[in-house]
């Protein structure tokens, strides 16, 4: 079993930043890739972007790219997700999740055996 636990979410205005952290405990974290998915209000669980094992390769949502920054220390068992220029439609519960295939970059909610309990992350225009 895995368990995961995040943290830094809040409310902000548009064009600010927040910073998620997911820290991983029970299995050696650099065995999984990671990602985060997020659900807004009223909609389905998107996935918005994932990290291999090693932190080389990672995937990023369209309306994410350029704004967002996934990166692990895996000496820290932490996955970050920075975001930066935060919009209104970024609003929504984050959640931190692991997939057992570490070098896969899955896109699909089925895809990852383990998941946080979520953060709220609120953008305010």
């Known amino acids: 079993q895995v368990q995961l636990v995040e943290s830094g979410g809040g409310s902000v205005q548009a064009g600010g930043s927040l910073r998620l952290s997911c820290v991983a405990s029970g299995r050696t974290f650099s065995n999984y890739a990671m990602g985060w998915f997020r659900q807004a209000p009223g909609k389905e669980r998107e996935i918005v972007v994932t990290?291999?094992?090693?932190?080389?390769?990672?995937y990023y949502a369209d309306s994410v790219k350029g704004r967002f920054t996934i990166s692990r220390d895996n000496a820290k068992n932490t996955v970050y997700l920075q975001m930066n220029s935060l919009k209104p439609e970024d609003t929504a519960v984050y959640y931190c999740v692991a997939d057992v295939s570490a070098d896969r970059l899955g896109t699909y909610l089925g895809q990852y055996s383990y998941w946080g309990q979520g953060t709220q992350v609120s953008v305010s225009s």
């Open positions: 990290i291999n094992r090693s932190g080389v390769s990672t």
